[in-house]
């Protein structure tokens, strides 16, 4: 029963959700394209580590990785689910860019280049955009990101390099100038 007891302790649902509710948010949201399921997607998610948090194994990863890979799935089944593509411009639409008012063209431009940003995305293999989205928007260390994908660190560079070479080849202007700095293992 102690160790039991002890599993229980490392596994505060309430907390996590405290500390981490905000970034499985913006992931929600990047990983499916679609603002409106972040917070279905959100709830079921923690309903889904609650329902199955005596298979949660602190031993094997953190709950914030468990949770991850929660949240990884049923953004997956989302987009499977309803057959669609990325959607992320309806926020865009909806709230508009935060620039002035009297830079119609500033604003324009804006919006396209946000809207093709997110086209490439979604035209990354899942794996890759993930990794992507947790380096350089997210900017986790690549560390911290195998742990969530439950990969190894080169994998998750095998990962950034594909997702970057395409970006390269489709739109360099969109990637960072300097890449962060972050030695190789």
């Not at 690549?142 to 390269?168: C, D, Y």
Request: hydrophobic fraction near 45%; proline fraction near 5%; aromatic fraction near 8%.
């Amino acid at each position: 029963m102690a160790a039991s007891e002890d599993k229980m302790k490392e596994f505060n649902l309430e907390g996590i959700y405290q500390d981490q509710a905000a970034f499985f948010c913006r992931l929600i949201e990047r990983l499916t394209g679609d603002p409106s399921a972040i917070e279905d997607i959100l709830q079921e998610a923690f309903l889904v580590a609650h329902r199955k948090r005596a298979s949660f194994d602190p031993a094997k990863a953190s709950a914030r990785s468990w949770l991850f890979g929660i949240v990884v799935r049923l953004c997956a089944r989302h987009r499977r689910s309803l057959g669609r593509r990325f959607r992320l411009f309806r926020r865009l639409d909806q709230q508009g860019i935060n620039v002035p008012p009297e830079q119609p063209d500033a604003q324009i431009a804006l919006k396209d280049e946000v809207r093709h940003m997110y086209q490439l995305l979604e035209a990354l293999p899942c794996k890759q955009r993930q990794a992507f989205v947790l380096y350089e928007i997210e900017e986790l260390a690549t560390k911290e990101i195998a742990g969530l994908m439950g990969i190894s660190a080169n994998t998750v560079f095998a990962h950034l390099h594909q997702a970057r070479k395409r970006f390269k080849k489709i739109a360099p202007d969109l990637l960072m100038q300097e890449p962060r700095a972050e030695a190789r293992p």
